[in-house]
């Protein structure tokens, strides 16, 4: 960089506004144009709304989650009735009890499990990964090897064990989601760690009088929690198949306690005879897990200042694109530079 | 000299690195010989410029001379006190007297963390300064090293290399320490720009009183801010004076095949020069030669070079009697004072002697 | 040689590893109190006279260290107990139940592999074209349905409309390749097809990343100035060294790869080992069961040797000692 440009940076700054903006704003900005990421957390956002509202459609409906209606619920041969049928709007199941209702219900569970093993596990893996990286040694193998048995482990014999020993149940399935995810995150942390931990900047606090605590917390931390949110975010699907497999195999959340795995489950007798109590399920499942995974996708590419260039290249495209269209010719901005109000954004 | 003027005394430090291998069971097979036997004398307010090849092992003397790093063996003596030993509780205080500046203005501030927040972290480490304290003190800093103290938030990615460096240099300066040391500090810098942070660190030494370990592998720059250099080969150091008798007349052969490879600004001096080509690579550190470690490249080698290690004395023909202390035998770098010019070589080159024929005729 | 050498010892550990495994099995499932197993097997009307006389029968009453002998015993001498209802060896139901998980894990491995390596690699090589944006779309979806969902939609979108117009070569259940192999590939085809689906979406997301930024390096770019052809240089140069990584992955998915071998087994009713043990589970079939964690423990150990094999032929820098 010559001194001229120096000095041009120096003037600018001077009337440049004196707050930086962080990397979560660049992040939030970057994210909010990228529709993709914007629906799907909005998808997000109504599921969790209609999942804590799910009572209220109880109410509404009249129709508790776990009451049959062996009447206007099940048909002559005493199968499910389908959607829009004596006001049950999504249908109902084998023994004649609201659908959506229990979708909203089983929406509960997934959610509940998805975010809060995740939470868990991600907490217990950056600590450990933290530590087993900065501080390596004994510690550092024996977690590496630990980390190499769960990941190996068959997580369907952990909870058929537990399951056996203490009786299926939603707290034992938790168990099992978070045994089986902190591993992936400590591996990751551990790795960024080490690279984090060659740094000059740590070698810098060291001299300073920096503990290891301090550096760990003030120096490493900071550096790891882009890619321990986008993990975390694509973990949070993770789980929630991970529930519904285990309640689909008995393992899990017990009937009558509504879930998507166990509904699943039930629904497979009744393939021929009720295709939307397969598909609604299905469908609800599908689209959260799917709506998670995108969202975390598109964190992912956010906070990748390569997609910066990417976003700018399509924005210079559709501009041009316009103005071709529009045929005016030269009162676009220069496309060799983006227009000024997205200069400051490029970190 | 008094006693009184040095700050930094390096008593024949060494630091050896254990090379591992194997699997499960790591055992060591050999040893790095990063800092062999070292000696050196930093004073007050002055600069010790220490000049060496990648590898020779000047970063790892700084982080010894830091605390940063256990010597093998050895005592680094700050302001009197032996600082070899000192657990990381004892060692707290003396992290506010000794700083340091990095190389790369890129790696050695955290990406993720306000410009503020990195120049306060010494206040906040050593709970000296919190609030707007802190904030001030901080803003004070910045102006002191030219920086705009109203970019008190913004990220280290918002600033350019000289920029950062700056900020660098206001970190290492906030607990007002009596050693800064400066590793490599511009050589990751245009060149243009090294020439301003270099007189910021002058105007600093002269305002603060400092005193610097400067390590550079540019012998230019070590020549424009130092007032003794070392230079450093395989671990040890090979040759230690003041500035301008050790570029003017340098003794030790590896001293005058590196002043040779230095560019020259002025084509006629470079036309005249003579350069002297060393032949072969640096030798491993793990396994040094024996005797002088530079007899096998050395053009003026001989066999005693290679059996016996030559120790690091003033030249008694050129300087008779240093500064009669009678410990010339023992000398360290810059014991006896400013203008001692040491030698660790045997057949040092003589004023005249041409070393580059010397290479050559080797060659033919 | 080095190689007979490494081998015996990774077996021995296996071996070491399998040993733990089922002790641990034995202690947490026989931690429980035996009142309840009797008392289940039984039924709740029995009397307690009956139910001492179960607790004898299946030497329950013994102690904990003595049944441990036995138990181990029979495992050195490749017996792995008797299910608690039908008094048949654990052995016998195992050994029928194999052939169905068998055929399952092969087919659905090597579908899984070749369609989530070959996806990945033609998106790598086509980045940002339609191919490559539909494999996106397809491997996010695969990424976000549980094995069980796939199994099920494919059953009531391409089983059952097809029996309805009498085509009935897919089928349910299982069919052994010695019954005929048009009905065996018939009975097997949507298995596979589930199986393979999720953990072939994860590759070839894996294989994609690794390869695309395998061709950013220097060295590809060197061997295209070389002016090798575009296929040598992603086949020769690129997709041996991107795909180390991913077969280092492999070992981690082999316990991932179980979970859905139950499910598939479940959905499609191929009556497996999976099936078998769920069933067990439901009844506390416990000599079942701990069959089952041992078979599980051993299909592991296996399949991360092979996996550490590949992965050494696939890596120069990998030596086995």
Redesign the interface.
């Known amino acids: ?3 001229v ?2 000095i041009e ?2 003037a600018q ?2 009337v440049a506004p ?6 979560w704003q660049l992040t939030w900005r970057r994210l909010r144009g990228d529709r993709v990421s914007m629906v799907a957390l909005v998808v997000i956002v109504i599921m969790v709304v209609l999942a804590i509202a799910a009572p209220v459609f109880a109410a509404l409906t009249g129709h508790p989650p776990n009451v049959a209606y062996p009447v206007t619920g099940e048909n002559a041969a005493g199968n499910p009735v389908g959607p829009f049928t004596n006001g049950f709007i999504l249908g109902t199941d084998s023994t004649g009890r609201d659908l959506l209702v229990r979708i909203l219900y089983g929406a509960r569970v997934s959610l509940f499990v998805g975010v809060v093993t995740t939470f868990i596990a991600t907490a217990l893996g950056v600590a450990i990964g933290l530590m087993a990286g900065y501080f390596g040694g004994i510690a550092d ?1 024996v977690l590496a090897r630990f980390t190499d048995a769960v990941l190996a482990f068959a997580y369907v014999v952990l909870a058929i064990a537990l399951a056996v020993v203490y009786g299926p149940s939603l707290t034992i399935i938790m168990l099992v989601i978070t045994f089986f995810s902190w591993a992936g995150i400590a591996r990751i942390v551990r790795g960024q760690t080490l690279s984090i931990k060659e ?3 740590i ?9 290891p605590f ?1 550096i760990m917390f ?2 490493i931390l ?2 790891l ?1 882009a890619p321990v949110l986008v993990v975390g975010t694509l973990y949070i699907p993770q789980a929630v198949v991970f529930e519904a497999t285990l309640s689909f195999l008995g393992l899990g959340v017990q009937p009558p306690t509504a879930s998507w795995g166990n509904m699943l489950a039930d629904a497979s007798n009744f393939y021929q005879v009720a295709w939307w109590y397969v598909v609604f399920p299905a469908a609800a499942l599908l689209i959260t897990t799917l709506a998670f995974n995108l969202l975390g996708d598109g964190i992912r590419d956010a906070m990748d200042p390569r997609t910066e260039r990417l976003l700018a290249a399509r924005r210079l495209r559709r501009k041009n694109r316009k103005k071709r269209k529009t045929g005016v010719a030269g009162t676009g901005p220069n496309p060799d530079f983006p227009d000024p109000v997205h200069v400051g954004q490029i ?1 | 000299m008094a006693a009184d003027d040095v700050l930094v005394r390096v008593e024949n430090v060494v630091k050896y690195f254990p090379v591992k291998a194997g ?2 069971f790591r055992h060591t097979v050999g040893h790095v010989h990063a800092v062999d036997d070292v000696s050196l004398v930093i004073e007050r307010g002055k600069t010790l410029g220490l000049v060496g090849e990648t590898g020779s092992g000047k970063s790892t003397l700084a982080r010894c001379v ?1 605390g ?1 790093l256990p010597v093998t063996s050895g005592r680094v003596t700050f302001d009197g006190r032996d600082i070899t030993k000192l657990s ?1 509780g004892a ?2 205080p003396l ?2 007297e ?3 500046i ?3 203005p890129y ?9 503020g927040s990195i120049i306060g ?2 206040f906040a ?2 709970k000296i300064a919190t609030g707007s304290e802190r904030k001030r003190r901080v803003q004070e800093l910045m102006e002191r090293v030219g920086l ?1 103290p ?6 280290p ?2 600033f ?4 950062r460096q700056r900020i ?1 240099v206001a ?1 290492a300066l906030a ?1 007002r320490p009596k050693l800064i040391i400066c590793d490599e500090p511009v050589s990751a810098l ?1 060149v ?2 090294q020439a301003q942070v270099l007189n910021l660190l002058s105007d600093l030494q002269k305002d603060f009183g400092l005193s610097y370990l400067f390590i550079a592998h540019d012998l230019e720059v070590v020549r424009h801010v130092s007032d003794r250099v070392a230079v450093m080969y395989l671990g040890r150091v090979g040759e230690a004076g003041p500035k301008d008798a050790l570029y003017n007349r340098p003794r030790h052969p590896y001293t005058v095949a590196l002043l040779s490879a230095a560019p020259a600004a002025d084509p006629d001096t470079a036309a005249a020069r003579q350069r002297v080509i060393l032949t072969g690579d640096v030798p491993s550190p793990i396994d040094p030669p024996a005797g002088c470690r530079f007899h096998p490249r050395c053009p003026k080698a001989q066999p005693l070079c290679a059996t016996e290690e030559p120790r690091l004395v003033p030249d008694m023909a050129a300087e008779p009697a240093a500064d009669g202390d009678g410990d010339s035998g023992a000398a360290t770098a810059g014991t006896a004072g400013e203008n001692v010019h040491l030698t660790a070589c045997h057949f040092p080159v003589a004023a005249g002697e041409n070393l580059a024929a010397a290479a050559s005729r080797e060659f033919a | 040689m080095a190689i007979v050498g490494y081998l015996v010892r990774r077996i021995l550990t296996g071996i070491v590893v399998v040993w733990l495994v089922a002790t641990a099995a034995f202690f947490l499932f026989f931690a429980r109190p035996v009142e309840t197993v009797a008392r289940l097997l039984a039924g709740h009307a029995a009397t307690p006279q009956v139910i001492t006389e179960v607790i004898t029968n299946l030497g329950l009453n013994q102690p904990i260290l003595t049944q441990y002998w036995r138990f181990v015993d029979g495992l050195l001498h490749g017996n792995l107990g008797y299910s608690y209802y039908s008094q048949e060896s654990v052995n016998t139901i195992l050994k029928q139940d194999l052939p169905p998980t068998v055929s399952l894990v092969i087919g659905g491995t090597i579908l899984w592999l070749i369609a989530g390596l070959s996806v990945g690699i033609i998106s790598a090589t086509r980045a940002r074209s339609l191919f490559d944006r539909a494999s996106n779309v397809a491997v996010l979806i695969g990424l976000s349905m549980p094995v069980f969902v796939i199994g099920e939609l494919l059953i009531l979108v391409v089983f059952l409309p097809l029996n309805e117009h009498g085509i009935t070569w897919i089928d349910t259940g299982y069919s052994g390749p010695t019954s005929g192999l048009g009905s065996f590939f018939g009975h097997m085809v949507l298995p596979w097809i589930t199986l393979a689906s999720v953990q072939a979406a994860v590759y070839t997301r894996l294989s994609r990343g690794q390869l695309l930024d395998t061709l950013g390096e220097d060295y590809i770019r060197t061997a295209r100035a070389k002016g090798l052809s575009e296929r040598r240089v992603i086949f020769r140069h690129a997709v041996r060294a991107a795909l180390t990584p991913v077969v280092s992955q492999l070992g981690v998915d082999v316990g991932q790869l179980l979970g859905g071998v139950f499910v598939v087994e479940i959905v499609f009713g191929l009556g497996g080992i999976g099936q078998a043990t769920v069933q067990a589970v439901d009844q506390d079939n416990l000599p079942v069961i701990i069959g089952f964690v041992i078979i599980a423990a051993v299909f592991v150990v296996v399949a991360n040797i092979i996996v550490d094999l590949l992965y050494a032929a696939l890596d120069p820098r990998v030596r086995i ?1």
């Open positions: 960089m010559s001194i440009h120096e940076l120096e700054s001077a004196v707050q930086g903006r962080s990397q193998t740094k000059e900047y070698e810098a606090a060291r001299s300073l009088g920096a503990g301090r003030f120096d900071p550096n929690l970190p | 699997g499960l830091a940063l990381r060692m707290r992290r506010r000794v700083q340091m990095f190389q790369d790696s050695s501030l955290n990406p993720r963390r306000r410009v972290d010494p480490i050593h705009n109203e970019h008190y938030n913004r990220f990615s918002e350019s290399g000289g920029q660098g970190r607990l245009d243009s720009i | 000692t």
